[in-house]
């Protein structure tokens, strides 16, 4: 069995080298569905460690020799994008012949809440929230960044004073390029917010951007009713297959 490796520093040499033991042990487990992400302790730090499903045998090779697997591109867009998500650390890829087990790790953000909050919730700062949101995701746009899944659960929020401080995670599904009007008004399609919050977030973002706020919010309302639309008919066609 091949194994491939990239790593921070070789700080966490030890813990890749026995990945399977550090995340087999620990009981601290975060996310258990399609994939498991577990919290481990090395060296007296919290690491955040990612195990991604096996892929199906048509999915292994395509990861093997097609394209870059979930590992890799979280590994490599951590980096790119290191001022907006948890510390990167390793990718580990496992291939016998074709890729099977793969982990991204990285360090924990110690977040108190993740956007869901102040979204469904009743949070007493959200209007406050959702204003810094919009100056984070305004920052990330400027920088040429597009997060395809930026969905409440994967912004993680930690209170700095007066301040918030915003972390993407699940970042394997990235775009870095210049960003139309259109593109950003849609990029806050996958917050599944009610229009009045919705409105908030945008009209705060359009401020920023100095565009028309009137035109940005509408925007962005049609492409967030859109997208709920969506959901909303696959899953009434996976309940009429009994799917659901």
């Known amino acids: ?6 790593l921070i520093n070789s700080d966490y040499q ?17 996310q258990d569905d399609r994939n498991t992400i577990k919290e481990v302790e090395f060296n007296n730090k919290v690491i955040v460690v990612k195990s991604y499903k096996v892929p199906s045998t048509i999915n292994s090779f395509i990861y093997t020799y097609l394209k870059k697997s979930k590992a890799w591109r979280a590994y ?57 949101f919009a100056e984070f995701v305004y920052k990330l746009h400027e920088k040429d960044i597009l997060h395809k899944d930026l969905s409440p659960g994967n912004i993680l929020i930690k209170k700095n004073g007066e301040k918030y401080q915003f972390k993407i995670i ?18 806050f399609n996958k917050l599944w917010a009610h229009d009045l919050d919705l409105e908030l977030i945008l009209n705060a973002y359009a401020k920023l951007a ?32 009994g799917l659901w």
């Open 76 to 132: 490599e867009y951590g980096l790119r994008i290191k001022e907006f998500t948890p510390k990167v650390i390793a990718r580990i890829e496992y291939l016998s012949p074709f890729l099977s087990k793969s982990y991204f790790i990285c360090e924990k953000f110690d977040a108190e809440f993740n956007l869901q909050k102040p979204l469904f919730y009743n949070h007493p700062d959200k209007k406050n929230i959702f204003s810094q």
């Open 170 to 187: 699940d970042i394997n599904r990235m775009a870095f390029k210049k960003l139309s009007i259109k593109q950003r008004a849609k990029n």
């Open 1 to 6: 069995m091949a194994i491939k490796i990239q």
């Open 14 to 30: 030890a813990l890749v080298d026995n990945i399977d033991d550090y995340f087999a042990l620990s009981d601290i487990i975060l």
């Open 210 to 241: 100095k565009f028309d706020e009137e035109s940005f919010v509408k925007l962005g309302l049609q492409y967030n009713q859109k997208n709920k639309n969506r959901k909303t008919r696959k899953r009434k066609i996976k309940q009429m297959l």
